[in-house]
């Protein structure tokens, strides 16, 4: 059964950094591209940076270019996303996936709540 837990969520004020994680388990993780999505109420999910098996292929949306930053640690099974110079347009609940073209594929996890205010 594949499992997935994000953490690091929370509340930080504009300009502020935040580091995001995701324990996956039940998938051969160093195969997979994983991907960050995020969705706030009444809005669709979208993606927000995803990362190929070994890492070597990297996207981000526009909207978090230069800011935000994904990594992973294959040995943990666990992938990051590292959030900076937060805007309060950040706000949203954040959730990790296997990707496939875009789209997260699988049972979401419970997501991580990230609230950008002053």
């Known amino acids: 059964q594949v499992q997935r837990v994000e953490s690091g969520g929370g509340l930080v004020q504009p300009g502020g950094s935040l580091r995001l994680s995701c324990v996956t388990s039940?998938?051969?993780?160093?195969?997979?591209?994983m991907g960050w999505y995020r969705q706030t109420p009444g809005k669709q999910r979208e993606l927000v940076a995803s990362?190929?098996?070994?890492?070597?292929?990297?996207k981000y949306a526009e909207s978090v270019k230069g800011r935000f930053s994904i990594s992973r640690d294959n040995n943990k099974n666990t992938v990051y996303l590292h959030l900076n110079n937060l805007k309060v347009e950040d706000t949203a609940a954040y959730y990790c996936?296997?990707?496939?073209?875009?789209?997260?594929?699988?049972?979401w996890g419970q997501g991580t709540q990230v609230t950008v205010s002053s």
């Open positions: 990362i190929t098996g070994r890492g070597d292929t990297i």
């Open positions: 996936n296997v990707d496939r073209d875009g789209v997260g594929i699988g049972t």
């Open positions: 039940g998938v051969l993780f160093s195969f997979a591209t």
